[in-house]
């Protein structure tokens, strides 16, 4: 029992010291030795030790006195050792003994003295919008941590490719990350390839060369073709050159919007006769599988990109894809059996090639809810074999519930495409179409938690004078108004002309990075956070055409350091700003005030911030099952930690503390917070 209560002493007093310690909670060590006050501010003295800023804590001095554990007191004046033993060196002082304090001097000559931390202002008494930053809102997905931001290379890649200029150009711009974007996802569109003797697209850019030629049909299934491994070159030049910005991070994954026109019901590449029918023949589901799987052993063997993952599936369940479209390819899948089918089937095909790392996603719905259902009717094989859930957003409303499907299914969750013409903001200018961008990301980061966002296309819109076989471009847009697409190629002066909406899009892009996590914060802010580097972003809009001052609560986080960076884009391509490096801001504690220019988008990076390990692993659910399935978990923690406490098991209150914390974070504890407040008083 002795031995008992002595671990209760050292716990307590090792707790306490660590109490005391008020300035780790800033990034310093307390002082060990130094009780020189050279520096006062808000937060406490401060002094200096191995030529570093310490905080002198109250009991400093007696805290050094090892003689007083053992009854005597430590030297004040003399240093002269008398007697030494086990204890420690002594002198004698009022004729008595006492124990001489070992100390380390300060150097004699310190030619600079770092820097003191600068003083924290107050927080402000009002603003006019109040954000919480919590950590129980950080996403559950890919271990945490998030893979990056996208685009499509369907298809503007296949309208730019032919040229080496502007598609050096495009790898620059949205793939580098010093000088560009730094886009990490490149999402190639493995075209199916039309009959040669159809000409009904009209986009310049939207009819996709496939690489099967020659087709042959035996009949039962027995499908063969050759291979033009020259084709869709134009494609495939702008992603070459796009990897080659970021090898070290860049994702490929390959996806289908049809199959080969030979397979197909209608014999067209662009949908079936009636759209709300499935168009590849039903004994075309292997030989659909084997074209994917082909194409993806040759690009991993002939050109060195091996594909992170590949969906065969775009859009499959809808009424969109109809035959001699004048504007895609795309092909409706069934929900349930032929969804299912084409997944098993090309999982055989990739693995017979051994390709088995290669994941498989799906399903690339258009509308949040419709991917629900989809994956809900999924056979269970296939179900099995889909390790990350793609969904689009240009409908639906379910993010929450997408994401706790995903969740209890243990998949991975991408934000595959989306973007439209729609504007946000107050009298914004060329800001409205950046600003609608910035807010879509917001809502889809928040409510899907997703680990990658995808824009549809970078480039939606061409400008040349001969346009190409007699089909004419879309020429500039109107930057004033809404338009697809972050800038447009000029052809002519080969030259890619930027916009707003590309600078906002890289409010985000540029600083919330692979590896991070994200973590929602809502009222038109999104955050994310870098656990190796000790940094939390925070990217926030302002739609008003007035500036709003903002607090950004940081109090789930356990420390937070000095410094936070402003990058602001507003105003015009001419006269606005462009990632624009505003001056730093200082938090006034575990939180930072800031203000909003109207109709901007502004990314804070804050400096130094230590995340509670205990709050950082919680995510937040409004689910039924997922508040079930956290009631037991707090119910098996109740009955572990009171058995604790009946064995008379030293239990440290904050422990029972975080743990109560973290399954309120989950909305779970319903009819344990009785139980959990009588646990905390057994506890303390």
């Given at each position: 029992?002795?031995?008992?209560?002595?671990?209760?002493?050292?716990?307590?007093?090792?707790?306490?010291?660590?109490?005391?310690?008020?300035?780790?909670?800033?990034?310093?060590?307390?002082?060990?030795?130094?009780?020189?006050?050279?520096?006062?501010?808000?937060?406490?003295?401060?002094?200096?030790?191995?030529?570093?800023?310490?905080?002198?804590?109250?009991?400093?001095?007696?805290?050094?006195?090892?003689?007083?554990?053992?009854?005597?007191?430590?030297?004040?004046?003399?240093?002269?050792?008398?007697?030494?033993?086990?204890?420690?060196?002594?002198?004698?002082?009022?004729?008595?003994?006492?124990?001489?304090?070992?100390?380390?001097?300060?150097?004699?000559?310190?030619?600079?003295?770092?820097?003191?931390?600068?003083?924290?202002?107050?927080?402000?008494?009002?603003?006019?919008?109040?954000?919480?930053?919590?950590?129980?809102?950080?996403?559950?997905?890919?271990?945490?941590?998030?893979?990056?931001?996208?685009?499509?290379?369907?298809?503007?890649?296949?309208?730019?490719?032919?040229?080496?200029?502007?598609?050096?150009?495009?790898?620059?711009?949205?793939?580098?990350?010093?000088?560009?974007?730094?886009?990490?996802?490149?999402?190639?569109?493995?075209?199916?390839?039309?009959?040669?003797?159809?000409?009904?697209?009209?986009?310049?850019?939207?009819?996709?060369?496939?690489?099967?030629?020659?087709?042959?049909?035996?009949?039962?299934?027995?499908?063969?073709?050759?291979?033009?491994?020259?084709?869709?070159?134009?494609?495939?030049?702008?992603?070459?050159?796009?990897?080659?910005?970021?090898?070290?991070?860049?994702?490929?994954?390959?996806?289908?919007?049809?199959?080969?026109?030979?397979?197909?019901?209608?014999?067209?590449?662009?949908?079936?006769?009636?759209?709300?029918?499935?168009?590849?023949?039903?004994?075309?589901?292997?030989?659909?599988?084997?074209?994917?799987?082909?194409?993806?052993?040759?690009?991993?063997?002939?050109?060195?990109?091996?594909?992170?993952?590949?969906?065969?599936?775009?859009?499959?369940?809808?009424?969109?894809?109809?035959?001699?479209?004048?504007?895609?390819?795309?092909?409706?899948?069934?929900?349930?059996?032929?969804?299912?089918?084409?997944?098993?089937?090309?999982?055989?095909?990739?693995?017979?090639?051994?390709?088995?790392?290669?994941?498989?996603?799906?399903?690339?719905?258009?509308?949040?809810?419709?991917?629900?259902?989809?994956?809900?009717?999924?056979?269970?094989?296939?179900?099995?074999?889909?390790?990350?859930?793609?969904?689009?957003?240009?409908?639906?409303?379910?993010?929450?519930?997408?994401?706790?499907l995903a969740e209890n299914n243990k998949k991975n969750l991408w934000m595959s495409e989306v973007d439209g013409?729609?504007?946000?903001?107050?009298?914004?200018?060329?800001?409205?179409?950046?600003?609608?961008?910035?807010?879509?990301?917001?809502?889809?980061?928040?409510?899907?938690?997703?680990?990658?966002?995808?824009?549809?296309?970078?480039?939606?819109?061409?400008?040349?004078?001969?346009?190409?076989?007699?089909?004419?471009?879309?020429?500039?847009?109107?930057?004033?108004?809404?338009?697809?697409?972050?800038?447009v190629a000029d052809h002519d002066n080969d030259k890619i002309i930027l916009t707003q909406k590309y600078y906002?899009?890289?409010?985000?892009?540029?600083?919330?990075?692979?590896?991070?996590?994200?973590?929602?914060?809502?009222?038109?802010?999104?955050?994310?956070?870098?656990?190796?580097?000790?940094?939390?972003?925070?990217?926030?809009?302002?739609?008003?055409?007035?500036?709003?001052?903002?607090?950004?609560?940081?109090?789930?986080?356990?420390?937070?350091?000095?410094?936070?960076?402003?990058?602001?884009?507003?105003?015009?391509?001419?006269?606005?700003?462009?990632?624009?490096?505003?001056?730093?801001?200082?938090?006034?504690?575990?939180?930072?005030?800031?203000?909003?220019?109207?109709?901007?988008?502004?990314?804070?990076?804050?400096?130094?911030?230590?995340?509670?390990?205990?709050?950082?692993?919680?995510?937040?659910?409004?689910?039924?099952?997922?508040?079930?399935?956290?009631?037991?978990?707090?119910?098996?923690?109740?009955?572990?930690?009171?058995?604790?406490?009946?064995?008379?098991?030293?239990?440290?209150?904050?422990?029972?503390?975080?743990?109560?914390?973290?399954?309120?974070?989950?909305?779970?504890?319903?009819?344990?917070?009785?139980?959990?407040?009588?646990?905390?008083?057994?506890?303390?």
């Amino acid at each position: 029992m002795k031995a008992y209560s002595a671990l209760l002493i050292s716990v307590a007093l090792a707790a306490k010291v660590s109490a005391d310690c008020w300035a780790t909670r800033l990034g310093y060590p307390c002082c060990s030795y130094s009780t020189e006050v050279i520096f006062s501010d808000n937060d406490g003295q401060w002094s200096v030790e191995n030529n570093d800023w310490c905080g002198i804590v109250s009991n400093q001095a007696n805290s050094n006195c090892w003689a007083s554990k053992i009854g005597y007191p430590c030297c004040k004046s003399t240093t002269e050792v008398i007697y030494t033993d086990n204890d420690g060196q002594w002198g004698i002082e009022n004729n008595d003994w006492c124990g001489i304090v070992k100390t380390k001097t300060q150097p004699a000559v310190t030619t600079a003295k770092p820097t003191p931390p600068p003083q924290r202002p107050k927080q402000y008494s009002k603003s006019d919008i109040n954000t919480n930053v919590k950590t129980i809102y950080a996403t559950n997905f890919n271990d945490r941590k998030f893979e990056g931001f996208g685009t499509s290379f369907c298809w503007w890649a296949n309208r730019i490719g032919y040229s080496n200029s502007l598609s050096e150009k495009a790898a620059t711009l949205f793939y580098d990350k010093v000088e560009g974007l730094g886009l990490t996802i490149i999402r190639y569109n493995i075209g199916g390839g039309d009959d040669p003797s159809h000409n009904h697209i009209t986009r310049t850019d939207s009819n996709m060369p496939g690489y099967a030629i020659n087709p042959r049909y035996s009949g039962n299934g027995n499908y063969s073709w050759d291979y033009n491994w020259n084709s869709d070159s134009n494609q495939r030049n702008a992603l070459l050159k796009a990897v080659a910005k970021n090898r070290e991070e860049i994702l490929v994954e390959g996806f289908s919007n049809s199959p080969p026109y030979f397979m197909t019901n209608s014999g067209c590449s662009t949908g079936n006769f009636d759209p709300n029918k499935d168009n590849l023949r039903s004994d075309a589901y292997p030989a659909f599988a084997k074209y994917l799987a082909d194409v993806a052993e040759h690009f991993n063997s002939a050109w060195g990109v091996r594909f992170q993952s590949m969906t065969p599936l775009n859009e499959p369940f809808t009424n969109f894809w109809g035959a001699n479209s004048r504007k895609q390819e795309g092909c409706h899948f069934d929900q349930g059996n032929s969804e299912s089918k084409i997944i098993v089937e090309l999982r055989k095909a990739i693995d017979q090639r051994g390709l088995k790392d290669i994941q498989i996603s799906g399903t690339d719905e258009t509308s949040i809810d419709t991917q629900i259902t989809s994956f809900e009717r999924l056979s269970n094989e296939a179900k099995n074999i889909i390790t990350r859930i793609d969904t689009h957003t240009y409908g639906g409303s379910k993010r929450d519930q997408l994401r706790i499907l995903a969740e209890n299914n243990k998949k991975n969750l991408w934000m595959s495409e989306v973007d439209g013409n729609g504007t946000d903001g107050t009298n914004a200018g060329e800001m409205a179409a950046g600003l609608w961008l910035a807010n879509r990301i917001i809502t889809d980061l928040n409510g899907l938690r997703p680990s990658a966002w995808v824009l549809w296309q970078v480039i939606d819109n061409h400008i040349s004078k001969n346009g190409v076989n007699g089909k004419r471009d879309s020429g500039m847009v109107n930057v004033n108004g809404g338009y697809w697409g972050l800038a447009v190629a000029d052809h002519d002066n080969d030259k890619i002309i930027l916009t707003q909406k590309y600078y906002a899009f890289g409010q985000f892009t540029r600083y919330i990075r692979p590896g991070y996590t994200i973590i929602g914060c809502y009222n038109n802010s999104v955050a994310a956070y870098d656990s190796k580097g000790k940094k939390l972003v925070i990217v926030a809009t302002n739609t008003s055409n007035a500036n709003k001052t903002v607090d950004f609560n940081l109090t789930s986080f356990k420390s937070v350091g000095y410094n936070v960076r402003v990058i602001r884009t507003s105003g015009s391509i001419n006269n606005g700003e462009h990632w624009a490096e505003l001056p730093p801001l200082v938090p006034y504690g575990l939180g930072f005030n800031a203000e909003l220019k109207g109709n901007s988008v502004t990314t804070f990076i804050v400096d130094d911030v230590e995340c509670n390990n205990d709050n950082s692993n919680s995510n937040n659910s409004n689910d039924n099952n997922s508040n079930n399935s956290y009631s037991n978990i707090s119910n098996s923690i109740i009955s572990n930690v009171s058995n604790s406490i009946e064995n008379n098991v030293y239990v440290d209150s904050s422990v029972c503390e975080k743990v109560f914390n973290f399954l309120l974070g989950r909305r779970s504890i319903n009819n344990s917070t009785r139980e959990w407040k009588d646990l905390f008083k057994s506890a303390r």
